[in-house]
């Protein structure tokens, strides 16, 4: 099939960015999206023109790097599913397909399609964590925790940090993320003696990076791809309310 | 050059507790005076980082990534072995070891290897102490599930994501000291070189990926724990950024190569279906407990896999291999499909495929039962070929995984270079030929977490290391060279892309250097590999500048080294006439095909020494020695 492809070009920060207009010639509906934007670049290449720069790395969907929105949609229209496991079987012969970076004041981008997403590393900072350190842990069993527990914990823990929530929410809100780390941590007894000042330190940490708040559009829950639920920042809220009404604080 | 293992003397089980008495230590509050560079941040990297600086260590870390969070041991899917023998089915540290050393066709370190397995158990507890989830049983206990080439249960997991949970908890803990500002992380830099000083690795050469500036950074020791090579391949289940560079400017700058031809191709992956395509997907090997592996018995069958009775199918692994069945160990699984795919029984369009059917399974254990263990692994792969695995068979073939050779290390984990260190994939030690399934993610821990936190304080504390600055020549002079490198890369402005050179580097590995390799392809590949390499460096197009962001130049730098480093592994393949593991000479195999070693001239780890630009390598020798075990001819029936 051929496809138009309109693609944000923008050469770094500093500069303005606009949108360029590209063929896509003979795309296999069995490429990946980002296999489809490589066979453009290696023409582009040839062509004397400057590659897209997209970030990527794993390519099966778990590494969190790759991500852009695709249609005004993050990781374009199939649920579940990061833009390296998108396939172009999604798409029909003639299609124009936009494609942009994640747009969010806490992710600056730094060329074409690739974004500054450090701001969730600061955010882990604050206490996405359990603070032991290495050696003297207690036998594995020592610590039993309920199967259901176990799952609800790992449901969380499966966020691969892409930032599609943050893109997809109108106020840019990075709440999926961030409640996603502390539904981990909190369904483990691991978790119980931080948990106050981990969510006091998170959500500090959201808004000193400039992320919006959540107002339950709920299209963070849509756009992840790991499906992680909106359940999750219930959870931040929660938590947050009761550490403040306990006088917690994160020092 | 000398190779000095020092493998500690005493019995087997006692080395390394007898070792850590014997080795000096670093006094407490002396320990913020060494610093010490990390490169990498996966399993291995992110563990030693964390660890080092809770011991007091100021450390600098760098990844190529935009986080610590993304290294490529977050793709392990199935899980992480440990000798806790939770299920009372016979396991122990002693079995977890002679699994690995059998498992690796007697070709790793024997007291590396036991070493390994008695960490096994103090990992699971560490990472269970993080908040990391792994599976449970209702009644609060740990599960285990089993892998291949063990017939103990003893994998731990987290669905089919153990090693992006267990990697989690290690940048977690990175991140609790970053953020206590005891560990400075440099995101989004790359390691180009090594900067030696007085015979020491004193720091690194790197460049920031976004500016582009060329910087340098010292230490008193320096660490690297950059993952395996696989990607010399092209096409292999390795992240795209995964590279070999940092291992390969290590050799350059003095650190013997061990073991180079040990490449592992792993048996359950999608198979290739176009020209496009960019890299190989893993199915976890744990779909091995329920799936059963099969090609039609006759030729040329292309009948859809479910009109196929059953008398008509050929369950080869289960036919040949009786006591391990579907769960044999990965180079023996592999070559396996090879053959029935060679005799023209494969299947899918290319002809390249074997079937992993789950049939059976969801008829004995209802589908919801096959859903929760294994419904993210379906979802992949369904994602992909547009196919349901849950009413038509996998299609799988074997790909590229895994690289069991690397930097040489002694029992310390130092390189041949004083003061470097490899961690994790990035070094040959504890796997010999052939790594088991659920082994990487304990290794990468076991290194980070438990061994190198002990051995770098003898080095340090040896003393003899003088301070260093980067304002000095050895970090200018290096600084230089790769600038003018760089330059040089942009400068020749010809016609072939990065990866339409870097497909045909793979396409010769795969072909001359795969699962099976002879005399006659290897001398073949001997006189591809430089000719490709001459015209990567007249004939590349390198577009873009040298201060900016510029994806095509760090492929560019990248692939300059593959192409040096596949030659080294040919090399070392054509020396070793021997079969063992996953390095398969087609000239050693027993009348039945299987691998055939040559213990009497190949009991030794191959660790190759840079002679120069242009000048053949030099083999030095380390003899393997078992006090242990007896060597004896795998046997998987």
């Known amino acids: ?251 | 050059m000398e190779l000095n293992s020092k493998v500690p003397p005493g019995p087997l089980t006692e080395k390394w507790d007898q070792h850590k008495f014997d080795i000096k230590l670093v006094n407490p509050a002396n320990k913020r005076k060494y610093s010490v560079i990390v490169v990498g941040s996966g399993l291995a990297g992110a563990s030693a980082a964390a660890t080092l600086s809770e011991l007091g260590y100021r450390i600098k870390c760098f990844c190529f990534q935009d986080s610590p969070r993304r290294a490529h041991s977050i793709a392990a899917q199935g899980g992480i072995n440990a000798a806790k023998n939770y299920q009372n089915d016979g396991d122990s540290v002693f079995r977890l070891f002679y699994d690995t050393l059998k498992g690796g066709d007697f070709r790793s370190r024997e007291a590396n290897s036991y070493r390994l397995a008695q960490l096994s158990v103090n990992i699971i507890d560490q990472c269970v102490a993080q908040g990391v989830p792994f599976a449970r049983e209702y009644g609060g206990h740990l599960a285990n599930r089993s892998f291949g080439g063990a017939q103990v249960s003893r994998t731990f997991y987290a669905r089919g994501q153990t090693g992006q949970q267990l990697l989690l908890g290690a940048y977690q803990a990175l991140e609790k000291q970053i953020a206590k500002g005891l560990v400075t992380m440099y995101p989004r830099t790359e390691m180009l070189d090594l900067v030696m000083i007085d015979g020491r690795a004193r720091g690194i050469v790197v460049r920031n990926l976004i500016t582009g500036k060329i910087e340098s950074h010292a230490a008193d020791a320096v660490v690297l724990a950059t993952g395996g090579y696989s990607n010399v391949f092209y096409l292999s289940t390795n992240a795209r950024g995964s590279n070999a560079t940092a291992i390969w400017r290590a050799y350059k700058r003095g650190a013997a190569f061990a073991n180079p031809c040990y490449t592992q191709i792993h048996p359950t992956c999608i198979p290739v279906s176009g020209d496009y395509q960019s890299k190989l997907t893993l199915m976890s090997e744990s779909l091995r407990n329920d799936g059963r592996v099969w090609v039609p018995k006759a030729k040329g069958d292309k009948r859809p896999p479910n009109e196929i009775p059953p008398a008509e199918r050929d369950y080869y692994l289960e036919r040949k291999y009786p006591a391990f069945g579907n769960l044999g160990p990965r180079d023996i699984t592999s070559r396996a499909a090879k053959e029935v795919c060679d005799e023209g029984r494969g299947v899918g369009e290319s002809g390249r495929g074997v079937y992993l059917d789950f049939a059976d399974a969801i008829k004995r254990l209802g589908a919801d039962t096959i859903s929760e263990r294994y419904g993210n692994l379906f979802e992949m792969y369904e994602r992909i070929t547009a196919e349901n695995p849950y009413t038509v068979p996998m299609r799988i073939y074997p790909a590229p995984h895994y690289t069991m050779g690397g930097l040489w290390v002694d029992y310390n984990l130092m390189t041949t270079v004083p003061g470097l260190y490899a961690l994790g994939e990035a070094n040959f030690s504890d796997h010999g030929a052939n790594r088991l399934g659920a082994s990487a993610l304990m290794q990468g821990l076991a290194d980070g977490y438990f061994v190198i936190p002990y051995t770098i304080g003898d080095y340090l504390a040896r003393g003899g290391i003088n301070s260093v600055n980067t304002d000095m020549p050895e970090f200018k002079n290096t600084e230089r060279e790769i600038a003018e490198r760089t330059s040089r890369l942009l400068s020749i402005d010809g016609k072939r892309t990065v990866d339409s050179i870097h497909r045909e580097l793979g396409h010769i590995m795969w072909d001359y250097c795969g699962m099976s390799r002879n005399d006659a392809g290897l001398h073949k590949a001997l006189e591809l590999i430089p000719q490709l390499r001459e015209e990567f460096w007249t004939d590349v197009n390198v577009p873009g500048s040298d201060v900016e962001l510029n994806q095509a130049l760090e492929k560019a730098g990248r692939v300059s080294d593959f192409l040096e480093l596949g030659e080294l592994m040919v090399r070392d393949a054509l020396n070793r006439t021997e079969s063992c593991g996953a390095h398969f000479r087609e000239e050693s195999q027993t009348p039945d095909g299987e691998a055939l070693r040559d213990d009497e001239h190949f009991a030794y780890v191959a660790a190759w020494e840079y002679a120069g630009a242009d000048k053949t390598p030099i083999l030095n020798k380390e003899p393997l020695e078992f006090e242990s075990i007896h060597l004896s001819t795998r046997n998987y029936k």
């Open chain 1, 1 to 251: 099939m051929n496809l138009k492809l309109r693609v944000w070009r923008q050469p770094s920060g500093k500069d303005t960015g606009r949108l360029e207009t590209y063929e896509a010639r003979d795309v296999s509906p069995d490429m990946s999206f980002l296999e489809m934007l490589d066979v453009v670049n290696e023409e582009l290449i040839t062509t004397g023109k400057r590659p897209i720069a997209f970030d990527h790395d794993c390519r099966e969907g778990i590494c969190g790097s790759c991500g852009m929105m695709i249609n005004g949609v993050a990781h374009g229209p199939q649920r579940a599913t990061a833009t390296c496991q998108l396939h172009m079987r999604t798409f029909k012969d003639g299609d124009e397909i936009l494609i942009e970076p994640w747009r969010a004041q806490a992710f600056p981008i730094i060329k074409d399609l690739v974004v500054d997403r450090s701001a969730f590393d600061r955010i882990i900072q604050r206490g996405g964590y359990v603070s032991v350190n290495t050696g003297g842990a207690p036998d594995g069993n020592d610590i039993l925790i309920g199967k259901s527990n176990a799952d609800n914990a790992m449901d969380a823990a499966a966020c691969i940090g892409c930032g599609a929530c943050v893109a997809a929410c109108p106020n840019a809100s990075s709440s999926l993320f961030t409640g996603a780390k502390i539904t981990h941590l909190g369904n483990l007894p691991q978790g119980q003696p931080e948990r106050d000042r981990r969510v006091i330190g998170m959500v500090e940490q959201m808004d000193i990076e400039g992320f919006g708040n959540c107002s339950w559009f709920g299209e963070c829950q849509e756009a992840c791809p790991k499906e992680i639920s909106i359940d999750v920042i219930k959870q931040m809220n929660h938590d947050y309310v009761a550490a403040s009404a306990r006088g917690s604080n994160n020092e």
